[in-house]
């Protein structure tokens, strides 16, 4: 079974510092990865995915993530946080390519110092 | 791009009555649409898949009789949830799987939020 682990429940950050955001993914087959944001009360946004070729991805807001095979993660990161990400932050792996089946992990919320 | 809405985005319902969820793509089609739960500061839990004229399919746990799925059309589905309990006040979430040109993702809904007195 497919399964996803945020190890950090709560991150503080200071505003302008960077960020990395751990995910750690257990999957029989090629995973098919996602990040995606939650402001307080609101639905998903997605920030990037991977699913095939480089994998160092790009998504909005400034964000990437690394995908590591071997380390079975794909960790989030941010060179210089805004106090406007402060948000919850959900990894995700999907089945196939049009993000099927996801199972999401705890989520991470992220909270930033001005 | 895709839109999903969901109506309402808020309800309070008495103990022992019915409440209907909509969840609507708006400029797509989506023939699967998803049903998410999330309780306060957890993850989502994916209750059951919603496939357009067909009977959805539930995780394990979680009660077809109560939390009643219709997927009528590739734009609608709705959730129902049954004789409603305290303990079914959560944040109820959608998504649908849309396979448009250069996407083939699945778009959330912004959630409705049950709770049940």
């Known amino acids: 079974a497919q399964s996803v682990t945020q190890p950090d429940i709560h991150i503080t950050v200071s505003e302008g510092a960077s960020l990395e955001l751990r995910c750690n993914y257990s999957?029989?087959?090629?995973?098919?990865l996602f990040w995606y944001v939650q402001s307080p009360g609101q639905g998903l946004q997605l920030l990037l995915k991977y699913f095939s070729g480089d994998t160092l991805v790009q998504g909005i807001k400034g964000f990437e993530a690394e995908f590591k095979r071997s380390q079975s993660s794909f960790n989030l990161r941010k060179p210089s946080v805004h106090w406007s990400d402060a948000a919850e932050y959900f990894c995700?792996?999907?089945?196939?390519?049009?993000?099927?089946?996801?199972?999401f992990g705890g989520g991470t919320r992220l909270m930033v110092k001005p | 791009g895709a839109v999903v809405s969901q109506h309402p985005s808020r309800v309070i319902c008495k103990s022992g009555t019915s409440v209907k969820i909509e969840c609507r793509s708006l400029d797509f089609q989506a023939t699967t649409m998803f049903w998410y739960r999330q309780f306060p500061k957890k993850s989502l839990m994916l209750m059951a898949t919603?496939?357009?004229?067909?009977?959805?399919?539930?995780e394990q746990g979680v009660e077809k009789d109560k939390f009643l799925i219709n997927h009528a059309s590739l734009t609608l589905s709705t959730l129902t949830v049954t004789s409603a309990h305290p303990e079914d006040s959560s944040f109820y979430i959608c998504?649908?799987?849309?396979?448009?040109?250069?996407?083939?993702?699945?778009?959330f809904g912004p959630g409705t939020r049950l709770t049940v007195t």
């Open positions: 995700a792996v999907g089945a196939n390519n049009a993000g099927n089946m996801l199972t």
């Open positions: 998504s649908a799987a849309a396979r448009l040109a250069g996407s083939d993702e699945q778009y």
């Open positions: 919603s496939n357009e004229g067909s009977k959805a399919t539930y």
């Open positions: 999957y029989g087959a090629t995973p098919y």
